[in-house]
């Protein structure tokens, strides 16, 4: 895509090549509605393959577009970021730590329940935690929209191939531990963060007994919508210089 102007990005469940005509969905066409796009309009899409193209709006009242020539992609490395967030009490704190997290790069967040009412809040907010996914995804043009997951419980969620946990105290930083955990190949990588609240010592304790590896993001106390867009990029620059190391490897 040349230049710095703004143009909105939309997903399709369809593969795409140049010179393809695809329909958006009537939600986006409603959304051109709104922002009254004309026919012409540049726009991006991302495919159902992850590939992302330029397009062009044929008739913003249908959703046609006309595909253009597709970008380098965005995604350069394979690894599955999870984010297990627990849940935050305040709405509005919620939804900036599900999008500063997805406009990181996070490819699915999963809510931890941690406290009596959590899953009660979890399935009200759902549908308002859906759209706060996509219009990330779409701000930040994300190659894939990111999943939203079911609750797990804090008790019970197990950290699969590699389980970060952050931990102001822990005595590894997040800087040194997300290249170790990466540098052997393309794993899952779950992120486990808490509320505003912390996590109680003992099960701070059991996580660690389950697999979760406990690392800090330097001196400072962060909020949890800050820790965990930091935390994301963290691991994506990580598994990005991973992948960059295997293929240069390979290429030898």
């Keep these: 895509m040349s230049g710095s102007a703004h143009r909105f ?10 010179g393809d005509e695809l329909q958006l969905s009537a939600a986006d066409v409603h959304h051109l509605g ?4 004309r026919p012409g309009t540049g726009i991006s899409i991302a495919a159902a393959d992850g590939s992302i193209h330029e397009a062009e709006l044929i008739d913003p009242a249908s959703g046609l577009v006309r595909v253009g020539a597709r970008y380098a992609p965005s995604r350069r490395h394979q690894a599955r970021i999870e984010l297990c967030a627990c849940i935050i009490e305040s ?4 939804d900036d730590l599900v999008d500063g997290a997805v406009q990181a790069g996070v490819d699915a967040v999963i809510p931890v329940i941690d406290h009596r009412g959590d899953e009660r809040l979890a399935n009200r907010r759902r549908d308002r935690t859906l759209r706060v996914v996509e219009a990330a995804a779409k701000q930040s043009r994300q190659a894939r929209m990111a999943e939203l997951c079911e609750p797990e419980r ?5 950290p699969g ?3 970060i946990l952050l931990e102001p105290e822990a005595p590894h930083q997040l800087l040194r531990i997300a290249p170790e955990a990466l540098a052997s190949g393309p794993p899952v990588v779950r992120i486990l963060i808490g509320s505003p609240r912390g996590i109680a010592a003992d099960t701070v304790t059991a996580l660690v007994e389950r697999g979760w590896q406990p690392a800090g993001m330097g001196s400072s106390i962060l909020r949890s919508e800050l820790a965990a867009a930091g ?3 963290t691991v994506v620059q990580a598994a990005i210089d991973a992948a960059a190391v295997a293929a240069d490897t390979s290429s030898r």
């Design 34 to 37: 709104v922002i009254r796009a």
């Design 231 to 233: 935390a994301t990029l």
């Design 9 to 18: 990005h939309f997903f399709v469940d369809a593969a795409a090549s140049d």
């Design 154 to 158: 804090l008790d019970s969620i197990e």
């Design 161 to 163: 191939p590699c389980g």
């Design 91 to 94: 709405g509005r704190r919620w």
